[in-house]
Protein backbone atom coordinates (compact mmCIF):
# COMPACT_ATOMS: atom_id res chain seq x y z
CA UNK A 1 0.00 0.00 0.00
CA UNK A 2 1.20 3.52 -0.84
CA UNK A 3 -0.10 6.89 0.01
CA UNK A 4 -0.14 9.28 -2.65
CA UNK A 5 1.14 12.95 -2.74
CA UNK A 6 -2.42 14.47 -2.05
CA UNK A 7 -3.29 12.57 1.00
CA UNK A 8 -0.67 13.03 2.59
CA UNK A 9 -0.71 17.12 2.16
CA UNK A 10 -4.36 17.08 3.23
CA UNK A 11 -3.48 15.06 6.32
CA UNK A 12 -1.03 17.78 6.83
CA UNK A 13 -2.88 21.00 5.91
CA UNK A 14 -4.89 21.52 9.57
CA UNK A 15 -1.61 20.66 11.52
CA UNK A 16 1.18 22.71 9.63
CA UNK A 17 0.31 25.49 11.85
CA UNK A 18 0.92 23.86 14.95
CA UNK A 19 3.85 22.66 14.03
CA UNK A 20 4.95 26.12 13.05
CA UNK A 21 4.00 27.82 16.46
CA UNK A 22 6.35 24.65 17.92
CA UNK A 23 8.94 25.69 15.78
CA UNK A 24 8.39 29.15 16.24
CA UNK A 25 8.90 29.08 20.16
CA UNK A 26 11.62 26.68 20.56
CA UNK A 27 13.51 28.31 17.45
CA UNK A 28 13.34 31.46 19.39
CA UNK A 29 14.91 30.00 22.86
CA UNK A 30 17.84 27.49 20.71
CA UNK A 31 18.80 30.73 18.84
CA UNK A 32 19.30 32.79 21.55
CA UNK A 33 21.24 30.26 22.97
CA UNK A 34 23.40 30.23 19.77
CA UNK A 35 21.88 27.05 18.23
CA UNK A 36 21.33 27.11 14.38
CA UNK A 37 17.63 25.99 14.41
CA UNK A 38 17.60 24.86 10.72
CA UNK A 39 20.81 23.28 10.65
CA UNK A 40 19.36 20.69 13.17
CA UNK A 41 16.05 20.07 11.45
CA UNK A 42 18.60 19.59 8.20
CA UNK A 43 20.46 16.58 10.44
CA UNK A 44 17.15 15.40 11.56
CA UNK A 45 16.16 15.29 7.82
CA UNK A 46 19.08 13.25 6.73
CA UNK A 47 18.93 10.91 9.89
CA UNK A 48 18.43 7.49 7.87
CA UNK A 49 17.69 3.86 9.58
CA UNK A 50 18.04 0.56 7.97
CA UNK A 51 14.82 -1.45 8.62
CA UNK A 52 15.75 -4.62 8.86
CA UNK A 53 13.86 -7.64 5.82
CA UNK A 54 12.71 -9.79 9.24
CA UNK A 55 11.51 -6.79 11.61
CA UNK A 56 8.15 -6.46 9.60
CA UNK A 57 6.40 -9.46 11.36
CA UNK A 58 5.32 -10.61 14.78
CA UNK A 59 8.23 -11.45 16.74
CA UNK A 60 7.78 -13.87 19.45
CA UNK A 61 8.95 -15.52 22.33
CA UNK A 62 10.85 -19.27 22.55
CA UNK A 63 7.58 -20.55 23.43
CA UNK A 64 5.01 -19.20 20.97
CA UNK A 65 4.24 -16.02 18.30
CA UNK A 66 1.15 -14.51 17.71
CA UNK A 67 0.85 -13.07 14.20
CA UNK A 68 -0.59 -10.23 12.64
CA UNK A 69 -3.09 -9.77 9.88
CA UNK A 70 -1.77 -8.54 6.61
CA UNK A 71 2.12 -9.40 7.02
CA UNK A 72 4.39 -9.12 4.43
CA UNK A 73 5.22 -13.30 2.87
CA UNK A 74 7.72 -11.90 0.47
CA UNK A 75 10.67 -9.60 0.07
CA UNK A 76 8.38 -7.43 -2.30
CA UNK A 77 5.81 -6.94 0.02
CA UNK A 78 8.72 -5.70 2.58
CA UNK A 79 9.81 -3.87 0.86
CA UNK A 80 6.50 -2.24 0.16
CA UNK A 81 5.75 -1.71 3.97
CA UNK A 82 9.16 0.07 3.97
CA UNK A 83 8.56 1.65 1.80
CA UNK A 84 5.20 3.01 3.16
CA UNK A 85 7.18 3.69 6.83
CA UNK A 86 9.63 5.89 4.99
CA UNK A 87 6.75 7.92 2.92
CA UNK A 88 5.11 8.63 6.64
CA UNK A 89 8.79 9.01 8.22
CA UNK A 90 11.60 10.32 5.68
CA UNK A 91 13.74 8.66 8.20
CA UNK A 92 13.49 4.69 6.95
CA UNK A 93 15.57 4.90 3.51
CA UNK A 94 17.31 1.63 3.80
CA UNK A 95 16.53 -1.60 4.39
CA UNK A 96 18.87 -4.29 5.61
CA UNK A 97 18.72 -8.20 4.44
CA UNK A 98 18.85 -11.19 5.95
CA UNK A 99 20.13 -14.22 4.19
CA UNK A 100 18.52 -16.72 3.49
CA UNK A 101 15.44 -15.84 4.76
CA UNK A 102 15.02 -12.76 1.75
CA UNK A 103 17.12 -14.14 -1.57
CA UNK A 104 15.79 -12.18 -4.25
CA UNK A 105 14.87 -14.17 -6.70
CA UNK A 106 14.84 -11.29 -9.52
CA UNK A 107 17.47 -8.74 -8.96
CA UNK A 108 16.49 -6.11 -11.47
CA UNK A 109 12.84 -6.17 -9.84
CA UNK A 110 14.17 -5.63 -6.34
CA UNK A 111 16.69 -3.06 -6.98
CA UNK A 112 13.96 -1.34 -9.24
CA UNK A 113 11.23 -1.60 -6.15
CA UNK A 114 13.55 -0.37 -3.66
CA UNK A 115 14.79 2.51 -5.90
CA UNK A 116 10.86 3.54 -6.64
CA UNK A 117 10.63 3.29 -2.83
CA UNK A 118 13.62 5.19 -2.69
CA UNK A 119 15.02 2.61 -0.14
CA UNK A 120 18.92 1.93 -0.58
CA UNK A 121 20.37 -1.59 0.58
CA UNK A 122 22.25 -1.63 3.43
CA UNK A 123 24.57 -4.14 5.34
CA UNK A 124 23.54 -7.55 4.47
CA UNK A 125 23.29 -10.09 7.06
CA UNK A 126 24.54 -14.20 7.26
CA UNK A 127 22.84 -16.50 9.03
CA UNK A 128 25.04 -19.26 10.93
CA UNK A 129 22.85 -19.74 13.58
CA UNK A 130 20.51 -22.19 12.30
CA UNK A 131 20.80 -25.11 9.95
CA UNK A 132 19.68 -24.67 6.20
CA UNK A 133 17.52 -27.57 4.22
CA UNK A 134 19.94 -29.71 2.36
CA UNK A 135 22.96 -28.21 4.34
CA UNK A 136 25.73 -30.88 4.57
CA UNK A 137 27.00 -29.69 7.94
CA UNK A 138 25.51 -28.72 11.21
CA UNK A 139 25.63 -25.50 13.42
CA UNK A 140 24.54 -27.43 16.22
CA UNK A 141 28.31 -26.94 18.21
CA UNK A 142 28.75 -23.80 16.63
CA UNK A 143 29.82 -22.27 13.06
CA UNK A 144 33.21 -19.96 12.47
CA UNK A 145 33.91 -21.51 16.11
CA UNK A 146 33.28 -24.96 15.31
CA UNK A 147 36.07 -27.17 16.10
CA UNK A 148 35.59 -29.31 12.78
CA UNK A 149 37.35 -28.04 9.54
CA UNK A 150 34.03 -28.76 7.10
CA UNK A 151 31.71 -27.04 9.55
CA UNK A 152 33.93 -23.40 9.44
CA UNK A 153 34.34 -23.94 5.52
CA UNK A 154 30.63 -23.76 5.13
CA UNK A 155 29.76 -21.06 7.26
CA UNK A 156 32.88 -19.20 5.78
CA UNK A 157 31.51 -19.75 2.38
CA UNK A 158 27.79 -19.15 3.52
CA UNK A 159 29.76 -15.74 4.46
CA UNK A 160 30.99 -15.42 0.73
CA UNK A 161 27.79 -15.89 -0.66
CA UNK A 162 25.92 -13.05 1.13
CA UNK A 163 28.81 -10.80 0.27
CA UNK A 164 28.08 -11.53 -3.42
CA UNK A 165 24.21 -11.46 -2.73
CA UNK A 166 24.84 -7.59 -1.17
CA UNK A 167 27.24 -6.93 -4.31
CA UNK A 168 24.06 -7.67 -6.41
CA UNK A 169 22.18 -5.16 -4.86
CA UNK A 170 24.23 -2.26 -4.31
CA UNK A 171 24.83 -2.95 -0.56
CA UNK A 172 28.77 -2.09 1.07
CA UNK A 173 28.60 -3.94 4.29
CA UNK A 174 27.94 -7.64 5.86
CA UNK A 175 26.97 -7.67 9.73
CA UNK A 176 28.62 -10.70 11.00
CA UNK A 177 26.33 -12.12 14.14
CA UNK A 178 27.67 -15.63 15.59
CA UNK A 179 25.32 -17.40 18.08
CA UNK A 180 28.17 -19.34 18.81
CA UNK A 181 29.63 -20.42 22.26
CA UNK A 182 29.59 -23.15 24.76
CA UNK A 183 26.03 -24.11 27.01
CA UNK A 184 28.42 -25.82 29.81
CA UNK A 185 31.68 -25.06 31.41
CA UNK A 186 34.46 -27.42 29.48
CA UNK A 187 32.44 -27.75 26.41
CA UNK A 188 34.66 -25.41 24.47
CA UNK A 189 38.00 -24.88 24.84
CA UNK A 190 38.16 -20.73 25.16
CA UNK A 191 41.58 -19.84 23.23
CA UNK A 192 40.59 -22.57 20.56
CA UNK A 193 37.51 -21.18 19.71
CA UNK A 194 37.84 -17.48 19.64
CA UNK A 195 40.89 -18.31 17.56
CA UNK A 196 39.43 -20.61 15.15
CA UNK A 197 36.55 -17.59 14.82
CA UNK A 198 39.66 -15.09 14.28
CA UNK A 199 40.70 -16.89 11.51
CA UNK A 200 37.67 -17.75 9.21
CA UNK A 201 36.61 -14.32 9.77
CA UNK A 202 40.23 -13.22 8.41
CA UNK A 203 39.23 -15.80 5.48
CA UNK A 204 35.58 -13.91 4.94
CA UNK A 205 37.20 -10.56 5.06
CA UNK A 206 39.48 -11.49 2.14
CA UNK A 207 36.94 -11.83 -0.20
CA UNK A 208 35.25 -8.40 1.19
CA UNK A 209 35.33 -5.81 -2.17
CA UNK A 210 37.46 -2.80 -1.63
CA UNK A 211 34.77 0.06 -0.63
CA UNK A 212 32.86 -2.26 1.86
CA UNK A 213 32.91 -3.17 5.58
CA UNK A 214 32.23 -6.30 7.99
CA UNK A 215 30.42 -5.75 11.53
CA UNK A 216 31.58 -7.71 14.15
CA UNK A 217 28.66 -7.74 16.42
CA UNK A 218 28.94 -9.07 19.81
CA UNK A 219 26.59 -10.47 22.54
CA UNK A 220 27.54 -11.55 26.28
CA UNK A 221 24.61 -14.78 26.31
CA UNK A 222 22.01 -15.91 25.04
CA UNK A 223 18.78 -18.18 27.21
CA UNK A 224 20.77 -21.33 28.06
CA UNK A 225 24.56 -20.43 27.24
CA UNK A 226 27.66 -20.54 29.57
CA UNK A 227 29.63 -18.84 26.90
CA UNK A 228 29.62 -16.74 23.64
CA UNK A 229 32.42 -16.57 21.83
CA UNK A 230 32.23 -12.86 20.51
CA UNK A 231 30.79 -11.53 23.95
CA UNK A 232 31.60 -8.07 24.82
CA UNK A 233 33.09 -5.02 22.10
CA UNK A 234 36.56 -5.85 23.40
CA UNK A 235 36.62 -9.13 21.34
CA UNK A 236 34.87 -7.72 18.97
CA UNK A 237 37.03 -4.98 18.69
CA UNK A 238 40.46 -7.33 18.91
CA UNK A 239 38.67 -9.40 16.08
CA UNK A 240 37.74 -6.30 13.94
CA UNK A 241 41.53 -5.17 14.31
CA UNK A 242 43.31 -8.83 13.75
CA UNK A 243 41.17 -8.27 10.11
CA UNK A 244 41.69 -5.20 8.98
CA UNK A 245 40.98 -1.67 8.45
CA UNK A 246 37.43 -2.32 6.82
CA UNK A 247 36.37 -4.72 9.93
CA UNK A 248 34.38 -3.14 12.51
CA UNK A 249 32.73 -3.27 15.53
CA UNK A 250 28.80 -3.37 16.05
CA UNK A 251 27.23 -1.86 18.82
CA UNK A 252 23.27 -3.60 19.59
CA UNK A 253 21.93 -2.05 22.58
CA UNK A 254 20.08 -5.04 24.08
CA UNK A 255 23.44 -6.99 23.77
CA UNK A 256 25.20 -6.39 27.22
CA UNK A 257 24.81 -7.31 30.70
CA UNK A 258 22.44 -5.08 32.57
CA UNK A 259 23.69 -1.41 34.00
CA UNK A 260 26.61 -1.89 31.39
CA UNK A 261 27.73 1.74 30.50
CA UNK A 262 27.05 2.01 26.65
CA UNK A 263 27.67 5.48 26.16
CA UNK A 264 31.28 4.45 27.29
CA UNK A 265 31.84 1.54 24.71
CA UNK A 266 30.63 4.44 22.16
CA UNK A 267 33.02 6.55 23.09
CA UNK A 268 35.82 4.35 23.09
CA UNK A 269 35.20 2.47 19.81
CA UNK A 270 34.95 6.01 18.23
CA UNK A 271 38.21 7.28 19.43
CA UNK A 272 39.88 4.29 17.60
CA UNK A 273 37.83 4.47 14.47
CA UNK A 274 35.83 1.44 14.90
CA UNK A 275 32.34 1.61 15.62
CA UNK A 276 30.78 0.66 12.14
CA UNK A 277 27.41 -0.06 12.57
CA UNK A 278 24.40 0.32 15.53
CA UNK A 279 21.50 -1.67 16.50
CA UNK A 280 18.66 0.02 18.37
CA UNK A 281 16.26 -1.63 20.69
CA UNK A 282 15.92 -1.17 24.42
CA UNK A 283 15.50 -3.56 27.29
CA UNK A 284 14.58 -3.85 30.65
CA UNK A 285 16.26 -7.44 31.77
CA UNK A 286 18.39 -8.99 28.98
CA UNK A 287 18.70 -9.02 25.05
CA UNK A 288 14.32 -8.34 24.84
CA UNK A 289 14.35 -5.97 21.45
CA UNK A 290 11.65 -3.72 22.90
CA UNK A 291 10.65 -0.03 20.82
CA UNK A 292 13.90 2.32 21.55
CA UNK A 293 13.16 4.42 23.92
CA UNK A 294 10.34 2.63 25.54
CA UNK A 295 12.51 1.89 28.48
CA UNK A 296 15.53 3.80 29.22
CA UNK A 297 15.30 6.91 27.19
CA UNK A 298 17.81 9.11 29.39
CA UNK A 299 20.31 6.13 28.31
CA UNK A 300 19.36 6.16 24.82
CA UNK A 301 19.92 10.14 24.88
CA UNK A 302 23.28 9.70 26.97
CA UNK A 303 24.62 7.25 23.94
CA UNK A 304 23.45 10.03 21.47
CA UNK A 305 25.65 12.95 22.98
CA UNK A 306 28.60 10.67 22.27
CA UNK A 307 27.64 9.71 19.09
CA UNK A 308 27.20 13.47 17.98
CA UNK A 309 30.13 13.52 19.52
CA UNK A 310 32.05 10.83 18.09
CA UNK A 311 30.48 12.49 14.80
CA UNK A 312 32.27 15.47 14.95
CA UNK A 313 35.20 15.14 16.86
CA UNK A 314 36.56 11.46 15.51
CA UNK A 315 36.86 12.20 11.49
CA UNK A 316 38.82 8.72 11.83
CA UNK A 317 35.38 6.93 12.72
CA UNK A 318 33.79 6.36 9.32
CA UNK A 319 29.91 7.14 8.74
CA UNK A 320 27.53 4.61 10.88
CA UNK A 321 24.99 2.04 9.39
CA UNK A 322 22.06 2.63 11.61
CA UNK A 323 19.71 -0.21 11.70
CA UNK A 324 16.17 -0.88 14.22
CA UNK A 325 16.76 -4.37 15.63
CA UNK A 326 13.77 -5.45 17.40
CA UNK A 327 11.03 -7.65 17.74
CA UNK A 328 7.34 -6.83 17.77
CA UNK A 329 5.05 -9.34 19.86
CA UNK A 330 1.89 -7.47 20.66
CA UNK A 331 1.99 -4.45 18.52
CA UNK A 332 1.22 -3.64 14.80
CA UNK A 333 5.33 -4.22 13.45
CA UNK A 334 4.76 -0.75 11.74
CA UNK A 335 3.56 1.21 14.17
CA UNK A 336 6.60 -0.23 16.83
CA UNK A 337 8.75 1.01 13.95
CA UNK A 338 7.51 4.06 13.97
CA UNK A 339 7.62 4.78 17.13
CA UNK A 340 11.33 3.54 17.59
CA UNK A 341 12.07 5.92 14.25
CA UNK A 342 10.40 8.75 16.36
CA UNK A 343 13.00 8.09 19.77
CA UNK A 344 15.76 7.74 18.16
CA UNK A 345 15.21 11.15 16.44
CA UNK A 346 14.15 12.51 19.70
CA UNK A 347 17.32 11.28 21.24
CA UNK A 348 19.18 12.80 18.57
CA UNK A 349 17.88 16.01 18.50
CA UNK A 350 18.27 16.41 22.31
CA UNK A 351 22.14 15.17 21.86
CA UNK A 352 21.92 18.13 18.95
CA UNK A 353 21.57 20.72 21.92
CA UNK A 354 24.19 19.51 24.16
CA UNK A 355 26.88 22.70 23.92
CA UNK A 356 29.56 20.96 23.91
CA UNK A 357 31.67 24.04 23.97
CA UNK A 358 30.02 24.89 27.44
CA UNK A 359 30.38 21.61 28.75
CA UNK A 360 34.27 21.02 27.96
CA UNK A 361 34.55 24.33 29.76
CA UNK A 362 32.52 23.04 32.85
CA UNK A 363 34.51 19.79 32.67
CA UNK A 364 37.81 21.62 32.48
CA UNK A 365 36.49 23.80 35.70
CA UNK A 366 35.24 20.09 37.25
CA UNK A 367 32.11 21.81 37.67
CA UNK A 368 29.97 18.83 38.06
CA UNK A 369 26.78 20.17 38.84
CA UNK A 370 26.77 22.19 35.64
CA UNK A 371 28.26 19.52 33.54
CA UNK A 372 25.09 17.89 34.80
CA UNK A 373 22.82 20.75 33.74
CA UNK A 374 24.23 21.03 30.69
CA UNK A 375 23.01 17.74 29.78
CA UNK A 376 19.94 17.97 31.33
CA UNK A 377 18.80 20.91 30.06
CA UNK A 378 18.93 19.33 26.75
CA UNK A 379 17.37 16.19 27.23
CA UNK A 380 14.34 17.94 28.91
CA UNK A 381 14.00 20.30 25.81
CA UNK A 382 10.90 18.74 24.16
CA UNK A 383 12.24 18.88 20.54
CA UNK A 384 9.47 16.91 18.35
CA UNK A 385 8.22 20.36 16.63
CA UNK A 386 11.71 19.97 15.33
CA UNK A 387 11.11 16.34 13.83
CA UNK A 388 7.71 17.38 12.77
CA UNK A 389 9.32 20.14 10.98
CA UNK A 390 12.02 18.00 9.49
CA UNK A 391 9.40 15.12 8.65
CA UNK A 392 7.24 18.18 6.81
CA UNK A 393 10.03 19.37 4.75
CA UNK A 394 10.95 16.17 3.48
CA UNK A 395 7.55 15.45 2.02
CA UNK A 396 6.52 13.43 5.26
CA UNK A 397 3.56 13.23 8.08
CA UNK A 398 3.56 15.67 10.75
CA UNK A 399 2.53 12.38 13.31
CA UNK A 400 3.10 9.07 11.17
CA UNK A 401 1.06 6.49 13.52
CA UNK A 402 -1.99 9.21 13.38
CA UNK A 403 -1.71 8.97 9.96
CA UNK A 404 -1.21 5.64 9.58
CA UNK A 405 -4.08 4.87 11.66
CA UNK A 406 -6.51 7.63 9.90
CA UNK A 407 -5.47 6.12 6.87
CA UNK A 408 -6.51 2.78 8.06
CA UNK A 409 -3.17 0.83 6.67
CA UNK A 410 -3.31 -2.29 8.64
CA UNK A 411 -7.18 -3.16 7.80
CA UNK A 412 -6.19 -2.42 3.96
CA UNK A 413 -3.01 -4.72 4.32
CA UNK A 414 -5.61 -7.17 5.35
CA UNK A 415 -7.44 -7.18 2.69
CA UNK A 416 -4.62 -7.21 0.30
CA UNK A 417 -2.84 -10.32 2.00
CA UNK A 418 -5.58 -12.08 4.12
CA UNK A 419 -5.28 -12.80 8.00
CA UNK A 420 -2.81 -15.47 7.50
CA UNK A 421 0.26 -14.19 5.81
CA UNK A 422 3.48 -14.87 7.61
CA UNK A 423 6.80 -13.23 7.45
CA UNK A 424 10.12 -15.37 7.06
CA UNK A 425 12.19 -15.16 10.15
CA UNK A 426 12.52 -16.90 13.29
MN1 LIG B 1 21.60 -6.86 16.37
Redesign the pocket.
Known amino acids: MQLNKEQIANYNTSREEEVADGVDFLGNQLEKKGFNTQEIIQKLADFQVAIPSWALGAGGTRFGRFSFGGEPSSLEQKIEDIGLIHQLTQTAGAISLHIPWDIPKDYMAIKELANYHHIVFDAVNSNTFQDQPNAKETYKYGSLSNTCKAVRDQAIAHNNQVIKIGEKLGSKSI?V?LADGSNFPGQNNFQTALQNTQNSLKEIYKTLPNDWKMFI?YKPYEPNFYSTVIRDWGTSLLLAESCGSKAFT?V?L??HLPNTNIEQIVATLMMKGKLGGF?F?DSKYGDDDLTVGSIKPYALFLIFNELVYGMENNKNNPDLSW?I?ASHNVKDPLEDLMQSLDAILIAYAQALLVNQTELRNAQQENDVTKCQEILQNAYRTDVRPLIQKARLQSGGVINPIDAYRKFNVRNHLIKERGTNSIATGL
Open positions: TWELDGHHNMD
